[in-house]
């Protein structure tokens, strides 16, 4: 597999002297017309440096391995998660270059490299994936660079039309119904800040999905629609939050210990010494429901080892001389 850069290839081969020394010898070699960048990447090619072959989309066949590419993420899909015996979440990314469009598939923790790492616009290299059905699929070998990040435009120089903006909420406002076709609905807004520059921002979608949003968080917003001095989100925009809102009731930090004791979950974070009520419990694993034929016990065994050392918001309240634990959506 072909490393990012030739000339660190060869610094891990070599010392600056000999490297240099190699690299006049080369161009010597050629009589001159060549450069030092050419001669760096043949000196490279035969000490062993793999030259990595790249795909279009449209040359991708069925049942591909190994499939590398260069291309641009153009669209992020909902998360899709299946419950039951055969658990899993999936989430999908559209990626563009000059031949076609293809579907590339994230599984399960990967998933985190969608929020945290890539944003709509990014041109993305992608190394060692595989193709199913039609899609690409991100597997335990695959790596992702990202060659030219796509940056937020500021909220000053916004233009009419779908575009990405970074700021921090200052207002959130109350929840507006309104009447369309004969039916009542709601509409969420609040108010964005970069710098001295603000944009009152409009939810029109899936509103509820927007409730864990509090006044002072620093956000992303892709595929927003700017129109009338107004930002506007439907079901395809997406918001990433990119620094929660300090809040002192609220612990951030990766679980140090955790037991369950008594139908209470308890666990030490930041040295700090918290309870989860039994009613919290499934809520912190991520679980909306526990099968009947699952006990308690069995769901901690089974779950306790995955979040250790993983970083968790909680909220804390003083009950009864305990602290008690509340995860933060």
């Known amino acids: 597999m072909e490393l990012e850069d030739p000339l660190a290839f060869l610094k891990t081969k070599f010392n600056e002297d000999e490297l240099i020394d190699k690299i006049e010898e080369a ?28 795909s279009k989309i449209s040359n ?35 990626l ?6 293809i579907p590339l598939v994230f599984w399960n923790e990967d998933i985190t490299i969608l929020e945290k790492e890539l944003s709509l616009g990014d041109k993305i290299e992608i190394i060692d994936a595989y193709e199913n059905n039609g899609e690409l699929n991100y597997a335990y070998k695959t790596k992702l660079n990202i060659k030219v990040k796509k ?33 009542e609905k709601k509409m969420a807004s609040f108010k964005l800040m970069d710098g001295k520059d603000q944009v009152r921002v409009i939810v029109w979608d899936n509103i509820n999905s927007y409730k864990y949003l509090k006044e002072g968080d620093i ?48 666990i030490l974070i930041q040295d700090k010494l918290l309870f989860l009520a039994e009613n919290e419990i499934l809520n912190f694993f991520g679980i909306s429901n526990l099968s009947q034929d699952i006990e308690l ?17 909680l909220e804390i309240k003083k009950e009864e001389n305990k602290l008690y634990a509340y995860p933060v959506v």
């Open 297 to 313: 016990n069995t769901l901690f065994e089974l779950k306790k080892d995955s979040i250790k050392n993983k970083e968790f918001s």
């Open 96 to 101: 563009k270059d000059d031949s076609g469009t």
């Open 219 to 266: 956000i992303r917003i892709e595929s927003g629609w700017f129109k009338n001095e107004e930002m506007h989100l439907n079901n395809s925009a997406r918001v990433i939050v990119l620094e929660k809102a300090i809040n002192p009731d609220v612990v951030i930090g990766e679980i140090q210990d955790i037991k369950l004791q008594n139908k209470e979950l308890v």
């Open 151 to 183: 940056q937020p435009t500021p909220i000053n120089e916004l233009k009419e039309g779908v575009c990405s903006v970074k700021g921090r909420i200052v207002e959130i406002f109350p929840d507006y119904l309104y009447v369309r076709d004969n039916e």
């Open 60 to 94: 991708i066949k069925k049942g591909m391995r190994s499939v590398n590419l260069e291309a641009e993420v153009i669209n992020f899909f909902p998360i899709y998660e299946r419950e039951g015996d055969n658990s899993f979440k999936c989430q999908r990314v559209m």
């Open 27 to 54: 161009i010597k070699e050629y009589k001159g017309l060549i450069s030092k960048d050419t001669a760096v990447k043949i000196i490279a090619k035969q000490n062993g440096y793999l030259v990595m072959e790249k």
